[in-house]
């Protein structure tokens, strides 16, 4: 009987020794899955916090050109106050009736002019020649007057625009 109770007693601590082991394994496995999961999570906190700094950089971008914008906004405004201003004086078809010539060329003048500077505002560096209806003609014949007697026209040196158009498409 005796012999019985340490079979018992030993294949007892034999079991708890196995159950002991089992646990510390299962622990280790745990353990090592966490510090894997936390690895993971470590590098999506990173990503997440490099995509916020990014956010935060474009947004003070977006505020700044918010801003230009405004500005450039209220320049145009009052540039289009001061033409309507213009505009508002001048009667274009009593001019037209006086001199029909001289207001010609004026337009001529300032559509170039105007053309000039939108191809300058939107990264045209190119200096191109005034077209032909804008150059003053070297050669009058006898008896007519010269087109361009108004004596406003434009230089390839003025800082106006081209209005020269695009006939390839």
């Known amino acids: 009987m005796f012999s019985s109770i340490r079979i018992a007693i030993l294949l007892f601590f034999i079991a708890v020794i ?27 906190v990173d990503t997440a916090n490099a995509s916020v700094e ?4 474009e947004f003070q ?9 405004q500005g450039d906004l209220q320049k145009a405004e009052a540039y289009s106050d001061e033409l309507r201003s213009k505009f508002s004086r001048l009667d274009l078809v009593q001019d037209a009736l006086k001199d029909a010539k001289n207001l010609e060329g004026r337009m001529n003048g300032a559509t170039a002019k105007l053309w000039r500077e939108f191809m300058a505002n939107t990264g045209n560096s190119s200096e191109r020649p005034l077209p032909k209806w804008l150059q003053p003609s070297t050669e009058s014949p ?9 004596g406003r026209t434009e230089t390839p040196s003025s800082d106006s625009s081209t209005a020269e158009a695009n006939t390839t498409n």
Not at 54 to 57: L, N, P, R, V
Not at 142 to 150: I, K
């Open 18 to 44: 196995g159950a002991g082991y089992w646990y510390i394994t299962k622990l280790q496995n745990d353990n090592q899955t966490l510090r894997n999961n936390n690895a993971q999570l470590q590098v999506a």
């Open 54 to 57: 990014t956010y935060k950089q």
């Open 61 to 69: 971008r977006a505020q700044e050109l918010n801003t230009k914008l």
């Open 142 to 150: 006898a008896g007519t007057e010269d087109p361009d007697s108004s």
